[in-house]
């Protein structure tokens, strides 16, 4: 069986600066700014990293406050949504191109979480 290892934690702020600056002081965790999508993203030694998102809609997805998000590696994003819908999920974003980084969709489970899927376009 494969192994889905949550790979990836999305927290919604008002500004990602002051928020990182925040953690980074609270938690010692490193920053790193990636310039192409302007993502300040988190490395939480231990666990799964992370990024700040600004509260609001990006690539058709609405980030909301108290609304973590959780990326969730997978080997087949489309096989896994199917999956989730013959559970009775619902796909909330189709799989989506992060360029020369990989792909993601969102989908909803029975109690309404949304959680990310994740695949590498440049696996280990």
Not at 32 to 38: E, I, M, R, S, V
Not at 39 to 68: C, D, M, R, T
Request: glycine residues 10%; without cysteine.
């Amino acid at each position: 069986m494969a192994k889905h290892p949550i790979v990836h934690v999305e927290i919604p702020v008002k500004d990602p600066k002051a928020a990182g600056e925040f953690y980074a002081s609270l938690f010692d965790w490193k920053l790193d700014l990636d310039p192409t999508f302007n993502y300040l993203q988190f490395e939480a030694e231990g666990g799964p990293g992370g990024a700040f998102v600004k509260i609001g809609n990006e690539n058709g997805y609405e980030h909301k406050a108290n609304s973590p998000l959780l990326h969730i590696a997978t080997d087949d994003i489309d096989a896994t949504l199917d999956k989730v819908e013959a559970l009775g999920g619902k796909t909330i974003l189709p799989k989506t191109e992060i360029p020369g980084i990989g792909w993601f969709g969102i989908f909803s489970d029975p109690s309404g979480n949304n959680i990310s899927l994740y695949t590498s376009a440049n696996p280990r």
